[in-house]
T-cell receptor, first 108, second 116 residues
């Protein structure tokens, strides 16, 4: 099965609300990355968190990593309609795995 | 930099035909990745190269699939013969710097392949 699995699969929120997406994985990693994909486009890197880090911020993004639970979360604060996209976690260890993705819809 | 360039952007072919997808990575990057994305299976890593050498091709689904990287600025993914279940969006990505395999990847726009 997939190494990285996100939940929820789909999320719909109002503009201004926060969006939280979770990612679980199975094996040891060097780092974990989050990507965004707009419909019909390639993936765009958002943020990378290393295995020895617990939290990282970038603008309205906050990522946490719990290696003991093999899980990560991506929080987007004060969401905007333009944040509507699919979000994927990628686990980078001996192999590369992308999760199944969370489809986020931000309603204006 | 123009980013990762893929061609063609769309390809429609008939079952049994040979398909060749092309990728030009970002100049200076020394790792290149080929992915396939479908609704059913999500994003799958097919193969990746480091310094033009294939490192892991365990994701290549069948012998019908082959990939080459003859030089640092060009790679191909070939499907011969193609089948309808190969229909997907194929992405190429690259990254660079030391320990490049662990860094962020830069994705191309993808090639949407339809096999009739």
């Amino acid at each position: 099965s997939q190494q990285g699995e996100e939940d929820p699969q789909a999320l719909s929120i109002q503009e201004g609300e926060n969006a939280t997406m979770n990612c679980s994985y199975k094996t040891s990693i060097n780092n974990l990355q989050w990507y965004r994909q707009n419909s019909g486009r390639g993936l765009v890197h958002l943020i990378l968190i290393r295995s020895n880090e617990r939290e990282k911020h970038s603008g309205r993004l906050r990522v946490t990593l719990d290696t003991s639970k093999k899980s990560s979360s991506l929080l987007i604060t004060a969401s905007r309609a333009a944040d509507t996209a699919s979000y994927f976690c990628a686990t980078i260890g001996n192999q590369f795995y992308f999760g199944t993705g969370t489809s986020l819809t931000v309603i204006p | 930099d123009a980013g990762v360039i893929q061609s063609p952007r769309h390809e429609v072919t008939e079952m049994g035909q040979e398909v060749t997808l092309r990728c030009k990575p970002i100049s200076g990057h020394n790792s290149l990745f080929w992915y396939r994305q479908t609704m059913m299976r999500g994003l799958e890593l097919l193969i990746y190269f480091n310094n033009n050498v294939p490192i892991d091709d365990s994701g290549m689904p069948e012998d019908r699939f082959s990939a080459k990287m003859p030089n640092a600025s060009f790679s191909t993914l070939k499907i011969q013969p193609s089948e309808p279940r190969d229909s997907a969006v194929y992405f190429c990505a690259s990254n660079g710097l030391r320990d490049s395999s662990y860094n962020e990847q830069f994705f191309g726009p993808g090639t949407r392949l339809t096999v009739l």
